[in-house]
């Protein structure tokens, strides 16, 4: 078993290694405007994952995913050179989504917001289909029974 403090130090290590060789020595021309978001590790360090987005359209995504394909050797080598570890960990690229899908919350908490103000503005209007108060109350009785309890001499109240 590795320890788990070990295992998200190499992947941060991962993350900031794989993010500057593609800043400084990967030239190819696919590849877009990439921001390396995460990386993760499995506990025996055989495989990572790294996650990334690219600032385009679908176009500039799939030439950076092609980029990062044909660059996988020379990152592989680059990581395991500066991890030191007996195997270089393989090295898989995912597209982070997380735009997109922080887009898909946000206009999710729109419609709740109109849908709220609605009901907002719906109940302001609304009256109560029957009394505003539907129990019967006895205050009449309850005044009496008071009444007669007070009159009573202390003897009889105990």
Known sequence: MTDPAKVRRHA??????VA?????????PRLGMIT???ARITA???????YYTVLGDAAA?????AALDSAKGLLRSTVGKALGLRHSPT????????QDQAKHIDDLL??????????????AGATYAGDAQPYKLDDDDDEDDDEVAN?????DRR
């Open 20 to 28: 500057s060789v593609v800043r400084t020595q990967i030239k190819d």
């Open 110 to 123: 729109e419609r709740a917001r109109t849908a709220d103000a609605e009901v907002q503005r719906l109940a």
């Open 36 to 38: 390396i978001t995460d």
């Open 151 to 155: 009159d009573a001499p202390m003897e």
């Open 12 to 17: 941060e290590r991962v993350r900031e290694l």
């Open 61 to 65: 995504q799939s030439g950076t995913a």
């Open 44 to 50: 025996d360090l055989r495989d990572a994952t790294i």
């Open 91 to 98: 090295l898989t690229f995912i597209h982070d989504d997380v």
